[in-house]
């Protein structure tokens, strides 16, 4: 079975700060990996594809990594809009999510 | 800008059918394949379907396969999900989403604001 793991489940951390997720596939999906935001109520919104590209209108604070099965979306300083749940999705294999990272604040 | 409007949720008894449409504008439909995505109350997100740009060819989830129908009209601009036998674990915010690739299956560039279904009794 093909699974995307995210860590933490939850992190928590204040404004200012480096946020790093993670996101690690159970066999290689290559580069072939998004990101994304999805504040409550709201639909998701795609912030990286293709691992390290920036989807259009994104801040340069969010970054992507990684290639094969260790992947990791880095966002430099947090503001406050940017707590919210976070998905990593693999397109290799069907598209398949990961179960998602809880940003909260600190 | 690209618009993705849902709208055919509701409350459904389990067995029963019920079809989902998106209504799409702000971009060329028939050159977009289509999603359906969908995410139980307080869960992640799940992928349902998709649809080519010119509905040759579909492909479902394990969970929904022989149950649920995408299709598209594009001359109306809209994307469909028949959803027939439904059972309590479909109960979803259902969202549309558009593929950020032409031809083949990759990412979610665009999405809806999401249809509640709720099947129960």
């Known amino acids: 079975e093909f699974l995307l793991t995210q860590s933490p489940a939850t992190l928590s951390l204040s404004p200012g700060e480096r946020a790093t997720l993670s996101c690690r596939a159970s066999?290689?999906?290559?580069?072939?990996l998004a990101w994304y935001q999805q504040k409550p109520g709201q639909a998701p919104r795609l912030l990286i594809y293709d691992a390290s590209n920036r989807a259009t209108g994104i801040p340069g604070r969010f970054s992507g990594s990684g290639s094969g099965t260790d992947f990791t979306l880095t966002i430099s300083r947090l503001e406050p809009e940017d707590f919210a749940v976070y998905y990593c999705?693999?397109?290799?294999?069907?598209?398949?999510f990961g179960q998602g990272t809880k940003l909260e604040i600190k | 800008q690209v618009q993705l409007v849902e709208s055919g949720g509701g409350v459904v008894q389990p067995g029963r059918p019920l079809r989902l449409s998106c209504a799409a504008s702000g971009f060329t439909f028939s050159s977009s394949g289509m999603h359906w995505v969908r995410q139980a109350p307080g869960k992640g997100l799940e992928w349902v379907a998709v649809i080519w740009y010119d509905g040759s060819i579909k492909y479902y989830a394990d969970s929904v396969k022989g149950r649920f129908t995408i299709s598209r009209d594009n001359s109306k601009n809209t994307l469909y999900l028949q959803m027939n036998s439904l059972r309590a674990e479909d109960t979803a915010v259902y969202y549309c989403?558009?593929?950020?690739?032409?031809?083949?299956?990759?990412?979610?560039?665009?999405w809806g604001q999401g249809t509640l279904v709720t099947v129960s009794s």
């Open positions: 989403a558009r593929d950020s690739s032409h031809y083949s299956v990759a990412y979610f560039d665009y």
């Open positions: 066999q290689s999906v290559s580069s072939y």
């Open positions: 999705q693999q397109r290799s294999n069907w598209p398949l």
